[in-house]
């Protein structure tokens, strides 16, 4: 596996997770059984010319766009039942970590991992429970003739994501708990392609508002708020960058969810409803050059 960081704001970062060799099983799982038969008649709805399948894509697209970017990234980590029984104990293989060494310290990666897998593990467990309740309640939309019982199969849907992201979290926690415990377990690989972007980014940020250090375009400027680091824009630069194209589309959708909630009146009551718990404070030093 290889994971992916990218700052998005000076508090915020992105994971993503890369599976390396994935193992594949002669007899697939009735997971990958069902998740492969749904993807394809969700692709058979999306392509419908009309009807109320098309109009049922359309809006579960518009609904899926709402889902938080940090639970598309913890649904990327797989879930520790993927490695083998004698990795659980000591791992054989390194976890690379491609990340901005301009941004990030090699020394924070393990708290970065910890604080992404322990912030949101509330969140995931409650809305879980709650989708888990809400199914059985659902099932008399089933007596409605010819549509079939959608609020149940979207509550199915949602308690799987809660239930990945949560696997996610745990191998995140399991990661950074190994790392403390052996420096072995994690690969820190600076990316200096991906500094260009970052570093192309303040520099138009030197231009347009005068943040010429560092620290003052990471820290916010003198006020010290919280400031996007890269635009969606750039999405598609990262990711062919590091050559990895899914990237591009969470990348995207992290800065645009971001930037969405960075316009927001700034009061808990709007914090609460319209984010996931999921900061990430980034350490504002330039590593030493190694």
Excluded at 255 to 284: D, F, G, R
Aim: charged share 25%; aromatic share 8%; net charge positive.
């Amino acid at each position: 596996m290889r994971l992916y960081l990218i700052p998005i704001t000076s508090r915020r970062t992105l994971i993503y997770g890369q599976r390396l060799n994935k193992i594949t099983h002669a007899v697939p799982s009735y997971m990958d059984k069902v998740s492969a038969k749904a993807a394809k008649l969700w692709l058979s709805w999306e392509s419908a010319e009309k009807g109320w399948q098309k109009k049922v894509a359309e809006y579960g697209n518009k609904l899926f766009d709402r889902i938080p970017y940090e639970e598309w990234a913890l649904k990327s980590i797989p879930p520790l039942s993927a490695r083998r029984p004698e990795e659980l104990t000591t791992p054989s293989t390194p976890v690379e970590v491609i990340y901005p060494p301009s941004i990030i310290s090699p020394s924070q990666i393990p708290s970065i991992l910890r604080s992404l897998g322990t912030s949101s593990k509330a969140y995931h467990k409650r809305h879980l429970v709650w989708s888990c309740i809400g199914m059985p309640i659902v099932v008399p939309f089933a007596l409605v003739p010819v549509i079939p019982n959608l609020p149940f199969f979207y509550l199915a849907y949602r308690a799987f994501c809660h239930w990945k992201a949560l696997l996610g979290a745990k191998h995140l926690e399991w990661l950074a708990t190994k790392a403390q415990e052996n420096d072995a377990v994690l690969k820190a690989v600076g990316s200096n392609v991906l500094d260009a972007v970052y570093e192309r980014r303040r520099l138009s940020a030197a231009n347009r508002v005068g943040l010429d250090r560092r620290t003052d375009w990471m820290q916010g400027g003198r006020d010290g708020a919280d400031r996007l680091l890269i635009e969606a824009e750039d999405a598609q630069e990262i990711a062919k960058a590091l050559d990895f194209p899914e990237l591009a589309v969470e990348c995207e959708r992290a800065c645009k969810q971001i930037s969405e909630e960075m316009k927001l009146p700034s009061n808990p009551a709007a914090a609460e409803k319209t984010s996931v718990p999921m900061h990430t404070e980034i350490v504002n030093e330039k590593p030493k050059s190694q």
